[in-house]
């Protein structure tokens, strides 16, 4: 189970860190990622981490404001958010994947995650 917090209202420019936590008996994850949803629009992998080749991803129109972390257990993701903009109001959700047998589909798509949380929002105004 992948629980979110950390969400809040702030006005622009501001920034907002997002925590994620695996709980129970998980092991190291093998890719984490944050998603989001806009009302009225679909769901968007903004950033993600793949342990198996030490990479980082990120949607263009966050890089360079968001960055994604873990901690050395790889059962904790951190978003930190910083330049928030309107258009970053959203639901956040945090997505996990423990599976090593097989390839589920690109970074920041949610085929390759298992386990996703229950979302967190992030009000920008």
């Known amino acids: 189970q992948l629980v979110e917090s950390g969400g809040g209202s702030v006005q622009t420019g501001g920034s907002l860190r997002l925590s994620c936590v695996a709980s129970?008996?998980?092991?190291?994850?093998?890719?984490v990622a944050w998603f989001r949803q806009a009302p009225g629009k679909g769901r968007e992998g903004i950033a993600g981490i793949n342990n198996a080749v030490d990479t980082t991803h990120y949607l263009p129109s966050v890089a360079g404001r968001f960055t994604i972390s873990q901690d050395g257990a790889k059962k904790t993701a951190f978003l930190e958010m910083d330049n928030l903009k309107p258009e970053d109001t959203a639901m956040y959700y945090c997505?996990?994947?423990?599976?090593?047998?097989?390839?589920?589909?690109?970074?920041?798509?949610?085929?390759?995650?298992?386990?996703w949380g229950q979302g967190t929002q992030v009000t920008v105004s």
């Open positions: 129970g008996n998980a092991g190291r994850w093998k890719d």
């Open positions: 997505a996990a994947d423990w599976r090593t047998d097989g390839f589920y589909g690109p970074p920041l798509t949610p085929a390759r995650y298992q386990y």
